[in-house]
């Protein structure tokens, strides 16, 4: 039961869902339960071929240019999905990070897509980036999925070195040349033979992620995993 101050303050700013803006019992939920029932989990799909393996290694993207093993999306990037993104990106909302690496982990629990991981590390800012927004939101993301997961998190495993522009508007060949050697690998880690799970928001054309994995492929890392909220 909630404290007296608790109620008075749902009394003045009623709890609202986050997508609709319907009125809600339970902040907790975020969503009320029409918008709820709209998140629905994309199936164990690699997110480049389509395919449902269960493997580390898909088979078929290992002859695209994608250096990472494997990567799966748990929603697609529908209006409630966007939104809850939005929130987490730009309005620094902890509670909507939290909703969404507990959507994120019981997609692991349900499709176990990555057999193997070791550590969980997050795609960085520039430091320039992230000190004007005051938090990175797929760290925000990677670190409780680790904390679920009783994983270490090292959101200091790679460096953005270069300052890049957005990459919303973008193309896919500007994409691959803004990233171009965009992120440095920490020496201080030893990542020989460990399988490392990269967290991201959203997976677009994949250019940012591949950039960090080529990184990380240079420093004799294992298999790398990719999970992101959405595909868009």
């Given at each position: 039961?909630?404290?007296?101050?608790?109620?008075?303050?749902?009394?003045?700013?009623?709890?609202?869902?986050?997508?609709?803006?319907?009125?809600?019992?339970?902040?907790?939920?975020?969503?009320?339960?029409?918008?709820?029932?709209?998140?629905?989990?994309?199936?164990?799909?690699?997110?480049?071929?389509?395919?449902?393996?269960?493997?580390?290694?898909?088979?078929?993207?290992?002859?695209?240019?994608?250096?990472?093993?494997?990567?799966?999306?748990?929603?697609?990037?529908?209006?409630?999905?966007?939104?809850?993104?939005?929130?987490?990106?730009?309005n620094e909302l902890s509670i909507t990070a939290k909703f969404l690496?507990?959507?994120?982990?019981?997609?692991?629990?349900?499709?176990?897509?990555?057999?193997?991981?070791?550590?969980?590390t997050c795609v960085p800012l520039h430091r320039v980036k992230e000190?004007?927004?005051?938090?990175?939101?797929?760290?925000?993301?990677?670190?409780?999925?680790?904390?679920?997961?009783?994983?270490?998190?090292?959101?200091?495993?790679?460096?953005?070195?270069?300052?890049?522009?957005?990459?919303?508007?973008?193309?896919?060949?500007?994409?691959?040349?803004?990233?171009q050697n965009a992120f440095r690998m920490n020496r201080k880690y030893?990542?020989?033979?460990?399988?490392?799970?990269?967290?991201?928001?959203?997976?677009?054309?994949?250019?940012?992620?591949?950039?960090?994995?080529?990184?990380?492929?240079?420093?004799?890392?294992?298999?790398?995993?990719?999970?992101?909220?959405?595909?868009?």
């Amino acid at each position: 039961m909630k404290n007296p101050l608790g109620l008075l303050v749902d009394l003045v700013f009623p709890p609202v869902c986050l997508s609709c803006g319907t009125r809600i019992t339970d902040q907790r939920y975020l969503l009320c339960p029409e918008c709820s029932r709209e998140l629905e989990f994309r199936d164990n799909q690699c997110l480049i071929c389509g395919s449902t393996t269960q493997n580390n290694h898909c088979q078929i993207c290992q002859q695209t240019p994608f250096i990472f093993n494997k990567a799966v999306s748990i929603y697609d990037f529908n209006r409630i999905v966007r939104k809850l993104l939005h929130e987490l990106k730009y309005n620094e909302l902890s509670i909507t990070a939290k909703f969404l690496a507990d959507r994120a982990l019981q997609y692991i629990q349900t499709y176990d897509p990555f057999p193997a991981i070791d550590w969980i590390t997050c795609v960085p800012l520039h430091r320039v980036k992230e000190r004007s927004r005051g938090y990175n939101q797929s760290g925000y993301l990677a670190r409780f999925i680790a904390k679920a997961l009783d994983l270490k998190y090292l959101p200091d495993l790679t460096r953005r070195v270069k300052f890049t522009e957005t990459q919303t508007r973008l193309s896919r060949e500007q994409r691959l040349v803004n990233v171009q050697n965009a992120f440095r690998m920490n020496r201080k880690y030893n990542i020989t033979s460990k399988n490392i799970l990269l967290v991201d928001d959203v997976f677009t054309t994949g250019a940012t992620l591949n950039s960090i994995s080529k990184c990380l492929k240079n420093n004799q890392v294992g298999n790398i995993y990719v999970l992101t909220i959405a595909r868009a």
